[in-house]
């Protein structure tokens, strides 16, 4: 069946660093690629999103490329901020709305 | 601000009782919405599809019977968890697709905040 890995957090940055979140997936066909952010005490909320093969998702400075070729989807931004700090989750869909997600990375950025 | 919430956010049980949770869509309607379970350091799993004025659907290896699902408006859905025992405990997600369907675009589900149950 479908799944997905992601790297085991917490994930602790000092602010303005770069961040990498690792996320590699297995799917039959061609799923949609997503990460989604949930801010403490709030709903995941979608971040940004991919639905073929060499899309950019890119949303508040964070991007994810959908790389076919490696099944990966790693999450990227330059420079983060304290205010990014939550909890990432990676997840794709193989149609008809039923999601599969990771297992979440936490990040804390610290001043 | 949200658009789905839960309630309540965290709950404290004996074995053997029943907890009932709550999911509404605050501003739209909902004729689906959907239940998942976390496990700590786990993904989270769909559990089952909550289906307005009809039965849910239940993912292959969830009881029905424990946990029980009444869609019985189009902005709430509830989840009981009949007869808790601490494996139950877990954290509990509902999401709402905005929208027509199904089948639901993936990026207009709206996800609660979830709720953590403990079962002493």
């Known amino acids: 069946g479908d799944s997905v890995t992601q790297m085991e957090g917490p994930v602790t940055l000092s602010e303005e660093a770069f961040l990498t979140i690792n996320c590699t997936y297995t799917?039959?066909?061609?799923?949609?690629l997503f990460w989604y952010v949930q801010y403490p005490g709030e709903g995941l909320q979608l971040l940004l999103k991919a639905t073929k093969a060499d899309d950019k998702g890119s949303n508040k400075g964070f991007e994810a490329t959908y790389r076919k070729e490696t099944t990966s989807f790693h999450l990227e931004k330059g420079s983060v901020q304290v205010s990014d700090s939550a909890v990432y989750f990676c997840a794709l869909s193989g149609g008809y709305q039923k999601v599969t997600f990771g297992t979440g990375t936490k990040l804390q950025v610290i001043p | 601000g949200a658009v789905v919430s839960q309630h309540p956010s965290w709950v404290i049980c004996k074995s053997g009782t029943s907890v009932k949770i709550e999911c509404r869509s605050l501003d739209f309607q909902a004729t689906t919405m959907f239940w998942y379970r976390q496990f700590p350091k786990q993904s989270l799993m769909l559990m089952a599809t909550s289906n307005e004025g009809s039965k849910a659907t239940y993912e292959q290896g969830v009881e029905k019977d424990k946990f029980l699902i009444n869609h019985a408006s189009l902005t709430l859905s509830t989840l009981t968890v009949t007869s808790a025992h601490p494996e139950d405990s877990s954290f509990y997600i509902c999401?709402?697709?905005?929208?027509?369907?199904?089948?639901?675009?993936?990026?207009?589900?709206?996800f609660g905040p979830g709720t953590r149950l403990t079962v002493l």
């Open positions: 999401s709402a697709p905005r929208g027509r369907g199904p089948p639901f675009s993936t990026d207009t589900q709206y």
């Open positions: 799917a039959t066909g061609y799923p949609s």
